[in-house]
C-alpha cells in the first residue's frame, strides 16, 4: 500500500503565502505524477495542479503565476508553493500520486488525508 502525509496548511492572510508538502511511502514502484486538488465548501473538487516523473506541470488558469509545484524525487515528494493567496483560494487540499506498485502493471491513484487552507479577507 502506498501513504500520502500532507503537511503545511493554516490560516493566513490574503496577500500571504503557504507551502504545503506531501511525502508519498510504501511500496512503491514508480511515480508518473503527483499533485494537488482542492474542495471549498458546497464546491467539485478540481484540480489545481500536478507534476509528472518528466518535471512538466499543468496548472489550473485560476493559480498560475502565483502557485508553484515541484517535487524532489528522491524522497517522493512534492511541494506546493503558494503565493499571493486570495479568499477563494480557501478550501480543503488532497495531495494525490499515481503509482505504479510493480513494473508492468497497471497505476493506481492514492490520496492524502487533506489539509485545511483559510485565506481571510
Known amino acids: 500500500q502506498v501513504q500520502l502525509v500532507e503537511s503545511g496548511g493554516g490560516l493566513v492572510q490574503a496577500g500571504g503565502s503557504l507551502r504545503l508538502s506531501c511525502a508519498a511511502s510504501?511500496?512503491?514502484?514508480?511515480?508518473?505524477?503527483m499533485g494537488w486538488y482542492r474542495q471549498a465548501p458546497g464546491k467539485q473538487r478540481e484540480l489545481v495542479t500536478a507534476i509528472t516523473s518528466g518535471g512538466s506541470t499543468n496548472d489550473v488558469d485560476s493559480v498560475k503565476g502565483r502557485f508553484t509545484i515541484s517535487r524532489d524525487a528522491a524522497k517522493n515528494t512534492v511541494y506546493l508553493q503558494m503565493n499571493s493567496l486570495k479568499p477563494e483560494d480557501t478550501a480543503v487540499y488532497y495531495c494525490?500520486?499515481?503509482?505504479?506498485?510493480?513494473?508492468?502493471?497497471?497505476?493506481?491513484?492514492?490520496w492524502g488525508q487533506g489539509t485545511q487552507v483559510t485565506v481571510s479577507s
Open positions: 494525490y500520486a499515481d503509482v505504479h506498485l510493480r513494473p508492468g502493471y497497471a497505476s493506481n491513484h492514492y
Open positions: 510504501g511500496s512503491i514502484f514508480n511515480i508518473n505524477a
